[in-house]
C-alpha cells in the first residue's frame, strides 16, 4: 500500500472514529443534564396545556394532594403559560382549580432523572443499539462502501432518537437538543436513498449517483434550516421533504427488489424490510395510533421504542449471514398469516358492525352469526392458505411455488428413503408435484450398464457409484408449457446430488442386507450343525452305555458269580482262596466303575424314574463327594416324567455341568437347584454364593476367557429352544436360569 493511501485510509479511520465517539458523549451529557437539573413529577395532556394528564407514583406531586384532571392556574403567582423555572430543594405555591374549586398546594421540585428514568434507559438501549450495529459493521468490514453508509445512517437515526425517546413528556429538554435531533433526523433521509442506490444494487452510472446526492444533501439541508425558521410554511416544506424522500426510498428498494436484485439480495432486503416493519409496527399501532385517537389505551413511549432495536439487528444479520433460506421462510410463513388474520378480522368485523348497528340488543342473531362466520371459515381456511401462500410466493421468490419448502422437503424425504421404491417415489412423484413439472423418470441400471435413451427432457442427471451401478433421473418443463428457469435448474441440481447421496447410501445398504442374509445363512447351517453333534453324541453316549452293559458288565457279573462259586466250593487251600478273594475284590472294583461310567454316559434313572431323580441323585452324590450344602426345590417326579427326553437330557447335563463349575471354581458354601413350572414355562436355576467372575461384555468373550463349560449350557439350553441367563459378579456368587416353554401344537 502506498503512502498517499495509507495516510488516506488513516484520515478516514479518524474521522469515523470521532463520529463514532459523538453519541456515547451525547448519552453521557444528557444523564449530566437530567441528574443536575430540576422538574415536577407530574404529566401534562399535551405542551402548551395546564391540564394534569397523571402524577408519578409515590411522588412528590402525589404526596402533596395533585390529582389528574386538575387545571393549574399558576405557579409561585406567576400564571402557568408563563412559568418554567423549577430549582431543586424549592417548593412550589401550584394552584389549581378541581371541580369548580380553586386550591393551593406546595409541590418540591425533583431532579429530572429521577422522573424520566425510565425513557431515558429505553432511550440508551435503542441508541446504543443502532451505535453498536453500525460500529460492528465498520469494524468488521471497513472496506466496503455501503458498510460506511450503514454506519453514517445508524449514528444518524440514533441521534434523532435519543432526545425525543428520552424526553418524552411536556418538560421541554433545551433547545440546542431538539436542533441536534432534527438534524439528525434531517440528515438520515438522505443517507437513506444513498444507501438504497448503493446496496445491494447499484442504480444509475457513478456519474449520476453523484450529481443526484449532491442534490439530495443539499435540499435536505435547506430543508432542515427551513424547519428552524420557525415559520409555518417552512416546516411544511420541510415535513414534505422528508415524506417525499422517504417514499422515494421505498420505490428505490421495490425496483431493485423486483428488477435488479439477485436472489441472495433479494433475501436480504425481505429481512431487512421485515425487521422495519416488525420494529414499527407496534409503536404505530398501540401509541402512535392511539394518540392519533385520543385513545387513554396506549404503551407508555418506552415500551414502544424498545421495539426499534428489531430494525438495526435485521441490518446486521442480513449483512453479515448469507445461508438466509431459514429465516426467509419465517417471513415468508408469517406473512402469510399475517394476511389470513387481517382478513378473518375484517371478514368478522364488517357483518359484526351491521349487525351492531340495526340489531344492537339482539344477542342471539349476534351469536348466530359469528357461528357461521367460524364454521365458514374453518371450512374455507385450507383453501384461502394455499392462495394466500402461491401469491406471497410469487412476491417472495418470483415463481410460484416455495423454493426453500421444495428444497427442506424433499431433503427430508431423501434422508429418510432407504430403499429403491422410496427415492424413485420422490423423485418422479414428489419432486414434480412440488415444482409443478410434467412427471420424472428414474432408471438404476445394473453393474457396468449402459444409460438407456430417453424421450426429449428438460433436465437429465446422470449417477454411478462406487459399486459401478449406474442411475440416471430426468424431469420435464413445468405443467404450463415454460421452460424450467435457472433457479429451477438451481433446486434440481441441489435436489440431484442429495438424490446421488441417498441412492448411494441405499446401494451400500442393500449389500449390507445380502451380505447379513449370507451370514445368517452360515450361523442358522453351524447353529443346525451344532445341535446335529451335540445329539450325536447323546446318541453315541447312550449306545455306548448299552454296550457297556450288554456285554462287559454282563461278562464281569457272570465272572463274579463263578468266582464266588470257586471260593465256596473249590479247594480248601488257603493260598488258593485268598487269591480268588482278590481277584473277586477286583472284579467289583472294575464292575462298579464301569457302572459310573455308563451312569455318566446315560444315566439310567433319567429313563426310569424321569428328570426330577436324576437331578435328585446327582445333587446328594455331589454334596457328599464336594461337602458342600445343597438346596433343592424340584417339581414332583410324576410331572417331570412326562418332559421330552431330549429336554430332560440336556437340562440334566446343564445342571451337571454347573454343579462340575461350582466344585472346581466356585469354592462355594452352600448351591440352590431349582426346577419349576411357572405358567406354563419350565424353570431350572442352580444358584451357589461363591466367588464368581467378571461377565465379559459379549457371549463370545466366554470362550476367550476359557469358560468352555458355560459356553456348553448355552449351547445346550439353544438345543432345545430354551433362554438362556448367566448373572455373577467377584464375591457375589454365580446364577445359571434356564427357561423352556413347550412347542404349541
Known amino acids: 500500500m502506498s503512502p498517499t493511501v495509507n495516510r488516506r485510509l488513516n484520515l478516514q479511520i479518524g474521522i469515523y472514529t470521532l463520529v463514532a465517539l459523538v453519541l456515547p458523549a451525547l448519552i453521557g451529557y444528557d444523564i449530566y443534564y437530567q441528574w443536575q437539573n430540576p422538574t415536577m413529577d407530574f404529566y401534562l395532556d399535551s405542551y402548551g396545556s395546564a391540564?394534569?394528564?397523571?402524577?408519578?407514583?409515590?411522588?412528590?406531586?402525589?404526596?402533596?394532594?395533585?390529582?389528574?384532571?386538575?387545571?393549574?392556574?399558576?405557579?409561585?403567582?406567576?400564571?402557568?403559560?408563563?412559568?418554567?423555572?423549577?430549582?431543586?430543594?424549592?417548593?412550589?405555591?401550584?394552584?389549581?382549580?378541581?371541580?369548580?374549586?380553586?386550591?393551593?398546594?406546595g409541590i418540591p421540585a425533583v431532579r429530572v432523572l429521577l422522573v424520566n428514568y425510565l425513557s431515558l434507559s429505553s432511550a440508551i438501549i435503542i441508541t446504543l443499539t443502532f451505535w453498536g450495529v453500525g460500529t460492528l459493521l465498520l469494524w468488521r468490514r471497513f472496506q466496503q462502501i455501503e458498510i460506511r453508509l450503514l454506519f453514517l445512517l445508524s449514528q444518524t437515526v440514533a441521534i434523532s432518537l435519543l432526545f425525543p425517546l428520552a424526553h418524552p413528556h411536556p418538560w421541554v429538554p433545551p433547545y440546542w437538543m431538539i436542533t441536534l435531533s432534527l438534524a439528525g433526523l434531517f440528515m438520515t433521509t438522505p443517507l437513506l436513498i444513498h444507501y438504497a442506490i448503493s446496496f445491494p444494487i447499484q442504480i444509475g452510472s457513478p456519474r449520476q449517483r453523484l450529481w443526484m446526492l449532491i442534490s439530495l444533501y443539499g435540499l435536505a439541508s435547506a430543508a432542515f434550516l427551513a424547519w428552524l425558521s420557525d415559520i409555518r410554511m417552512g416546516r411544511q416544506l420541510g415535513a414534505s421533504f422528508l415524506i417525499l424522500v422517504v417514499t422515494a426510498a421505498v420505490v428505490i428498494m421495490i425496483y431493485s427488489y423486483q428488477y435488479r436484485a439477485t436472489s441472495n439480495d433479494r433475501r436480504r432486503l425481505r429481512l431487512v424490510v421485515f425487521g422495519t416493519l416488525l420494529a414499527g409496527a407496534p409503536s404505530i399501532l398501540f401509541y402512535l395510533l392511539p394518540v392519533v385517537l385520543k385513545s387513554p389505551y396506549q404503551i407508555p413511549v418506552w415500551v414502544a421504542g424498545?421495539?426499534?432495536?428489531?430494525?438495526?439487528?435485521?441490518?446486521?444479520?442480513?449483512?453479515?449471514?448469507?445461508?438466509?433460506?431459514?429465516?426467509?421462510?419465517?417471513?415468508?410463513?408469517?406473512?402469510?398469516?399475517?394476511?389470513?388474520?387481517?382478513?378473518?378480522?375484517?371478514?368478522?368485523?364488517?357483518?359484526?358492525?351491521?349487525?351492531?348497528?340495526?340489531?344492537?340488543?339482539?344477542l342471539f342473531l349476534q351469536m348466530l352469526m359469528v357461528s357461521v362466520m367460524t364454521l365458514w371459515v374453518g371450512w374455507t381456511f385450507d383453501w384461502m392458505r394455499k392462495r394466500v401462500q402461491r401469491w406471497v410466493d410469487g412476491l417472495f421468490f418470483g415463481g410460484w411455488y416455495d423454493y426453500p419448502g421444495v428444497v427442506e422437503t424433499i431433503s427430508d424425504a431423501l434422508a429418510r428413503s432407504v430403499e429403491r421404491e422410496q427415492i424413485a417415489y420422490v423423485l418422479t412423484r414428489q419432486v414434480p408435484e412440488l415444482m409443478k413439472l410434467r412427471g420424472g423418470n428414474l432408471w438404476i441400471g445394473e453393474p457396468n450398464a449402459?444409460?438407456?435413451?430417453?424421450?426429449?427432457?428438460?433436465?437429465?442427471?446422470?449417477?454411478?457409484?462406487?459399486?459401478?451401478?449406474?442411475?440416471?433421473?430426468?424431469?420435464?418443463?413445468?405443467?404450463?408449457?415454460?421452460?424450467?428457469?435457472?433457479?429451477?435448474?438451481?433446486?434440481?441440481?441441489?435436489?440431484?446430488?442429495?438424490?446421488?447421496?441417498?441412492?448411494?447410501?441405499?446401494?451400500?445398504?442393500?449389500t449390507l442386507r445380502r451380505q447379513l442374509d449370507e451370514i445368517r445363512t452360515s450361523r442358522e447351517i453351524a447353529t443346525q450343525a451344532q445341535r446335529q453333534l451335540l445329539r450325536s453324541r447323546e446318541e453315541e453316549r447312550a449306545r455306548l452305555a448299552r454296550d457297556l452293559h450288554d456285554s462287559p458288565i454282563q461278562a464281569l457279573v457272570g465272572l463274579n458269580i463263578q468266582l464266588g462259586l470257586m471260593v465256596t466250593t473249590g479247594e480248601t487251600n488257603p493260598q488258593i482262596n485268598q487269591a480268588l478273594n482278590e481277584m473277586r475284590a477286583e472284579v467289583l472294583t472294575l464292575l462298579s466303575e464301569l457302572r459310573q461310567v455308563c451312569a455318566e454316559l446315560r444315566p439310567p434313572m433319567l429313563d426310569t424314574l424321569g428328570l426330577g431323580a436324576a437331578v435328585r441323585a446327582l445333587a446328594e452324590e455331589w454334596a457328599t463327594e464336594s461337602d458342600v450344602e445343597t438346596e433343592l426345590d424340584l417339581e414332583s417326579d410324576a410331572i417331570l416324567r412326562e418332559l421330552p427326553s431330549e429336554v430332560a437330557l440336556n437340562l440334566y447335563r446343564i445342571t451337571q455341568e454347573a454343579l462340575i463349575n461350582v466344585a472346581r471354581h466356585a469354592s462355594a458354601r452352600r448351591v440352590v437347584i431349582k426346577l419349576n413350572w411357572q405358567e406354563n414355562i419350565l424353570s431350572l436355576l442352580i444358584k451357589d454364593n461363591g466367588q464368581g467372575f467378571s461377565l465379559p461384555d459379549t457371549f463370545s468373550g466366554l470362550t476367550e476367557h476359557d469358560h468352555f463349560g458355560i459356553v456348553g449350557m448355552r449351547e445346550r439350553a439353544d438345543l432345545i429352544d430354551g433362554q438362556w441367563s448367566l448373572e455373577?459378579?467377584?464375591?457375589?456368587?454365580?446364577?445359571?436360569?434356564?427357561?423352556?416353554?413347550p412347542p404349541r401344537v
Open 728 to 741: 455373577s459378579a467377584p464375591r457375589k456368587g454365580t446364577t445359571v436360569h434356564i427357561y423352556w416353554q
Open 306 to 362: 424498545l421495539f426499534l432495536i428489531i430494525a438495526p439487528i435485521s441490518y446486521l444479520y442480513a449483512t453479515l449471514r448469507h445461508s438466509l433460506f431459514g429465516i426467509d421462510r419465517l417471513i415468508n410463513r408469517t406473512l402469510v398469516y399475517a394476511i389470513l388474520s387481517l382478513g378473518i378480522f375484517f371478514l368478522y368485523l364488517g357483518p359484526y358492525l351491521l349487525l351492531y348497528r340495526f340489531f344492537p340488543g339482539d
Open 51 to 105: 391540564i394534569v394528564n397523571s402524577v408519578v407514583p409515590g411522588g412528590q406531586a402525589q404526596i402533596a394532594g395533585l390529582q389528574t384532571g386538575d387545571v393549574i392556574l399558576s405557579v409561585d403567582d406567576i400564571p402557568f403559560e408563563n412559568w418554567y423555572a423549577p430549582k431543586l430543594g424549592q417548593t412550589h405555591l401550584i394552584k389549581i382549580e378541581r371541580q369548580g374549586e380553586q386550591l393551593s398546594i
Open 450 to 510: 449402459t444409460y438407456p435413451s430417453t424421450p426429449p427432457v428438460q433436465e437429465r442427471f446422470r449417477f454411478k457409484f462406487q459399486s459401478e451401478v449406474p442411475a440416471q433421473w430426468a424431469v420435464g418443463m413445468h405443467q404450463d408449457g415454460d421452460d424450467l428457469s435457472e433457479d429451477d435448474r438451481r433446486i434440481l441440481h441441489t435436489l440431484a446430488r442429495q438424490a446421488e447421496i441417498s441412492l448411494n447410501n441405499v446401494l451400500l445398504i442393500e
